[in-house]
């Protein structure tokens, strides 16, 4: 089993390397002469620090390695003074620049992921819109029918003498507009899980660790204690890359609004995948406000949401796209307090 957060599972061998690096750079520039500019080196520790994807932390170390280099430059007994001030000189410049060219590249990397989180809400959106347009225009024309035959069904049957047969016939028009209507309804929930459009492998633990990247800033900024239990025997499932991502991603978000709603004591998000041989399963286990009574039934319904500015169709797209791909959503309550939200899909040949 691999433990970590967000993929950032070497996250303490990264500061010991920095560390070390850092230290033995410091050492190597201090007992050779001035003349050697050992201190440049210090360029390599800044860049590995932007894997730690923090700016503070870049930051850190960039000033670190700064205060290293001066210092070494006065420890230094050999060489000649002026060419190492010269050398220090040029390698604070080196770590200067590099510090800041680091710190651009790592907005720009928030900036991007940012993007990514903007666009899963934005395709969800718009497929509320389409979803109502579609209703709307599909819905109007049986449910005219339905009217029409209703009111003339009444005539026929206020008529004197009542004419059965065309009651009849209006009446079995209505129900053949309601089933229509029923039709629109099913197709409806078929567009929004947008059935499959891949079959391709897909690694859910590679989409898990990648779908909590987008979400960091946010789970970051929350000071939420994120931690994955994602099982290594988790064979590739069959499907939509994308779809599932989204999935994943309604899951995570609703867990961190939660959350952010509950005591501010506790804010544990637990993301866990396993497999029994037949499914896998994917857990977001959070320790946030938990479900409202009696509602575990209705938190897939669309259109429900207990959330000021929520739409309340995170779920409702979930499940179907869960659907689709043969597998099963579930909420429960999370002890001791929190919900734990979650899906199966069942292990099928893949095919590209
Ligand atoms: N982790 C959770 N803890 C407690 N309640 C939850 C959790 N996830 C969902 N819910 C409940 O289910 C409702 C529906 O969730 P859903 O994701 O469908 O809509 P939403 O989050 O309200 O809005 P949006 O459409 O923007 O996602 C939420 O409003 C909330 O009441
Ligand atoms: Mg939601």
């Known amino acids: 089993m691999k433990l970590g957060a967000a993929g950032r599972i070497e996250k303490p061998l990264l500061w010991l390397v920095i560390t070390a690096l850092s230290a033995a750079i410091f050492v190597a520039d201090t007992v050779t002469d001035l003349e050697i500019a050992f201190a440049v080196l210090y360029v ?21 390695c700064a205060v290293l280099t001066v210092v070494s430059y006065l420890l230094t007994r050999f060489g000649d003074p002026e060419s190492g001030l010269a050398n220090c000189g040029l390698s604070l410049l080196a770590i ?3 510090t800041y060219m680091a710190l651009r590249i ?13 666009l899963a809400h934005m395709s969800r959106v718009m497929l509320v819109g389409e979803l109502g347009t579609s209703i709307a225009h599909e819905v109007s024309q049986p449910l005219a029918a339905i009217a029409a035959n209703g009111s003339a069904a009444i005539r026929w049957l206020g008529a004197s003498p009542p004419n059965d047969g065309e009651a009849r016939l209006a009446l079995e028009r209505i129900v053949e507009a ?48 994120l931690r994955t239990e994602l099982a ?67 938190v897939f319904d669309a259109f429900y949401s207990t959330k000021p500015g929520g739409m309340g169709v995170g779920l409702a797209i979930s499940r179907s796209i869960v659907e689709a791909h043969g597998g099963a959503v579930y909420a429960a309550p999370n002890y001791p307090n929190g919900a734990v939200f979650g899906f199966t899909l069942p292990i099928r040949e893949a095919k590209d």
């Open 44 to 64: 390599a520790v800044v860049l590995i620090s932007v894997r730690t994807a923090r700016p503070g932390a870049v930051m850190l170390v960039g000033a670190v």
């Open 178 to 225: 309601a089933g229509r209507a029923g039709d629109v309804v099913g197709r409806v929930r078929n567009l929004a899980a947008r059935t499959p459009s891949s079959q391709g492998p897909v690694d859910m633990a590679e989409l898990v660790q990648e779908t909590l990247a987008l979400a960091q800033g946010e789970i970051r900024s929350s000071q939420i204690a």
């Open 96 to 98: 200067g620049a590099t």
């Open 232 to 298: 290594d025997d988790v064979p590739m499932v069959a499907g939509d890359r994308v779809q599932l991502q989204q999935v994943i991603l309604n899951l995570v978000v609703n867990a961190i609004d939660a959350i952010k709603a509950g005591r501010a004591d506790e804010r544990d998000l637990l993301v866990s995948l396993s497999t029994d041989g037949e499914k896998i399963t994917l857990s977001v286990r959070d320790s946030g406000v938990g479900l409202a009574p009696g509602s575990s039934d209705k």
């Open 106 to 118: 790592e907005a720009a990397n928030i900036a991007a992921r940012q993007a990514q989180a903007e």
